[in-house]
């Protein structure tokens, strides 16, 4: 068993290499640059390798992403910037980048300790709620740096959080794939990110803001203190329906020994109306993950009030002596199998001519969703034993309304 560590991480740890400002260069072949050797990872969007700079004997990590779709370029060239932008000790830095061949490859920190999910879902690992506030401070720090910078993340979730060591509790945020710049006086709406992850106000096509990606912040903590998803329904358009209407409770039986800071914590940053929700700021002053090496968990089970509906509950009649604990881990892994199936495609909504824009260029029309619709799908669904399990599938795909949801989207 490896048991995170739970000591309060003291000073910063920087990159390999120097911060630094990075132009595309194209036309260079970066696998003359660079040896590459183990894959670390596949998704639909391109490969990543662990690789070394010859010259120097820096290891990385290499990206590769062809360029298929006009949009293709746009959105790398975008993620470039951004990451120009960001030097702090909890984002992956990005090293170099180059174009050729009608490949990209973006050359990044390497961060070799695996994703923070891995901590709720292998067995392996045993996660307390101590290393669950230090795990949550550090995303919080990273969230207001980034916020500082007048950058929305617009996908944080477990898998875009990657800790440096196996058993340490140090972390590294990335993939700014979705990211945007934002200003306050210039409305901003989209429409991607990952189903169960994504706050009210992206589900409804309505204005977002900072306080969208603090809404991830809320869920992330739910996952990592409970393994469970808080707005999970069978399908997509059932997780929509239920984040549209806030809905979710903490009856579960995995809140049992949670603390009443935990809970404050995120119905703090779970508020449907973003003005009342923790900005990243405030969040870091919040009891539960302030530092404070005094503190110590109450882990009294919190009273429950008429707010917390009974929805979503897994229910279960026959008579059985596994635990809902291994029901639960038995899920995810199962789930772990489909994730290469779903497809990951990120469409962004354009306000002046409220159309939903692919990377690919193509448009389609949309017709805005009223609330009762979208609150009707999570009344009128079975969310039962949904919470459990689909958390690993979440964590893998993000929103593809067009494929899940056709009456959402109407082509004129």
Known sequence: MIHVDETDPLGDIPPAFPYREVEIKRGIDPKQIYELSSELGRGKFGVVYKCKEKSTGVRLAAKFIQIVKKGDRRNIEREVHMMNVLHHSKIAQLYAAYEFDRTFCVMMELVEGGELFDRVLDEKFVLTEKACSIFMRQICDAVAYIHGNNIIHLDMKPENILCLTESGNRIKIIDFGLAREYDPDNKLQVLFGTPEFVAPEVVNFEAISFATDMWSVGVIAYVLVSGLSPFAGEDDIQTMGNITIGRYDFLDEAFDNVSEEAIDFINRCLVKEQKERLTAEDALKHKWIKRKPQYHPTNRRPSLTNSFKP???????????????????????ELVGKWDETPNNRYAFEQD???????????????????PELA???????????????????????MDLQAASPELLNES
């Open 311 to 333: 929805i979503l509950l897994e229910s279960n009649n026959n008579s059985s002596n596994v635990t809902n604990a291994e029901i639960a881990k038995d899920n995810l892994k």
């Open 353 to 371: 001519t409220e159309n939903i824009i692919a990377p690919s260029g193509e448009t389609v029309q949309l017709r805005r969703p009223t609330l």
């Open 376 to 398: 009707g799908l999570a009344n009128g669904s079975n969310t039962s034993g949904s919470r459990r399990g689909s958390i690993a599938r979440a964590c893998r795909k993000r």
